[in-house]
């Protein structure tokens, strides 16, 4: 079984900077990808950030220049910096990873359980 934790939500006012972390534990041989979605009020979920395994990296259009991602692999750790937010940026951050417990078969994904971002004008 495998567990995603997130930390890191919470309130700021527009310009503010928030970093969310996401820790990973559990029956993890090898991790492909590991990332941030985003989830608004009415709207559908959409992919924030992510980073692959061999450390490349890629943003939405909204974020690139404002957020950053990274990944410590000895802990299966991703944290999303998040600077210059506006308040486009309200929703509900869910931490995605997608790997496998074993050497060969396929990958699985997985969610973490969402915090909490609000950015108020």
């Known amino acids: 079984q495998v567990h995603l934790v997130e930390s890191g939500g919470g309130l700021v006012q527009a310009g503010g900077s928030l970093r969310l972390s996401c820790a990973a534990s559990?029956?993890?041989?090898?991790?492909?990808?590991m990332g941030w979605y985003r989830q608004a009020p009415g709207k559908q979920r959409e992919l924030v950030a992510a980073?692959?395994?061999?450390?490349?990296?890629n943003y939405a259009d909204s974020v690139k220049g404002r957020f950053t991602i990274s990944r410590d692999n000895a802990k299966n750790t991703i944290n999303l910096q998040m600077n210059s937010l506006k308040p486009e940026d309200t929703a509900v951050y869910y931490c995605?990873?997608?790997?496998?417990?074993?050497?060969?078969?396929?990958?699985?994904?997985?969610w973490g359980q969402g915090t909490q971002v609000t950015v108020s004008s």
């Open positions: 980073i692959i395994s061999g450390g490349s990296t």
């Open positions: 559990g029956s993890i041989f090898s991790i492909n990808t």
């Open positions: 995605n990873m997608r790997s496998r417990p074993t050497d060969w078969g396929p990958f699985y994904d997985y």
